[in-house]
């Protein structure tokens, strides 16, 4: 995740040539905002950040559900 992160100008860029050339082929692309989120609601309790072992530097982490 780090090394993507350092490219997040060029990534940027890519991203916003690409809305642009769609916004050619459909005009009315972003006249409408749909939106989807999870139906359950989530009550995990947060670990400390000095309680988690298995950090990565970036701040990924991989942990088993507990």
């Not at 991203?15 to 916004?23: C, G, N, R, S, Y």
């Not at 972003?30 to 670990?47: N, P």
Request: hydrophobic letters at 40%.
């Amino acid at each position: 995740m780090k090394k993507l992160l350092d490219h997040i100008d060029m990534i940027d860029a890519i991203f916003d040539q690409l809305v642009k050339e769609l916004k050619e082929i459909l005009p009315d692309l972003g006249k409408h905002l749909a939106m989807d989120s999870k139906a359950i609601s989530s009550f995990a309790k947060r670990k400390i950040s000095n309680q988690i072992s298995n950090q990565k530097e970036d701040g990924r982490r991989d942990v088993a559900a507990d």
